[in-house]
């Protein structure tokens, strides 16, 4: 979902004239993002409002939740008699800005070929008028995010080890330290 204060600025940049590349460039946005801004409806009144709910009302709530939306939910059934979902709540306060976000744990600074990372993940491929499963393996560089991908019908030790062949062919080489994230046939076999 697209926060509503990218959407005023490119409704705004819209009104004065700007073209949809001068849009997308200047907010970083593809230009099929700026379209789909551009074509939806503005709404006519805050989200809370349409309820009969003010923003002074929401603040109040939450500040008395101690932050805690799904206790706003309750106080809004008990007090409203209003049920609404969880993530419009959350919406709505994000957007009402009160909260923010959580700060960054940490950083993570990779020097040019110091880690690499290994990943598998089961996706639904349509193939004809079939959908089937199939693994997906890839192998992403830390620091450049050069990326090696493939899918497999199922991914055994076997094909594992292929695969790492494959992508070093590719990457034209290793590095020291390989991260495997949620790939047990490499782990439980001990070729790893």
């Given at each position: 979902m697209i926060p509503s204060h990218i959407r005023d600025a490119v409704q705004t940049l819209r009104a004065q004239g700007c073209g949809l590349r001068d849009i997308s460039r200047a907010l970083k946005l593809s230009r099929n993002s700026v379209r789909r801004i551009l074509r939806a409806p503005l709404p006519a009144e805050p989200p809370p409002a349409q309820y009969g709910l003010s923003l002074a009302y929401l603040k109040s709530a939450f500040e008395r939740a101690q932050g805690n939306v799904a206790r706003v939910q309750q106080l809004l059934q008990a007090e409203y008699d209003l049920s609404v979902s969880y993530s419009t709540l959350t919406r709505w306060v994000r957007e009402a800005g009160l909260r923010s976000p959580p700060p960054r744990a940490g950083e993570y600074c990779f020097g040019p070929g110091e880690e690499m990372?290994?990943?598998?993940?089961?996706?639904?491929?349509?193939?004809g008028e079939r959908i089937l499963t199939a693994q997906?393996?890839?192998?992403?560089?830390?620091?450049?995010?050069?990326?090696f991908v493939q899918y497999y019908p199922r991914f055994s030790r076997f094909e594992a080890k292929q695969f790492l062949l494959e992508a070093a062919r590719f990457m034209d080489g290793v590095c020291p330290v390989c991260l495997i994230d949620n790939t047990s046939a490499v782990l439980a076999g001990g070729a790893g």
């Open positions: 990372q290994h990943d598998t993940s089961p996706h639904r491929v349509p193939l997906c393996a890839g192998l992403v560089l830390a620091y450049s995010r050069r990326l």
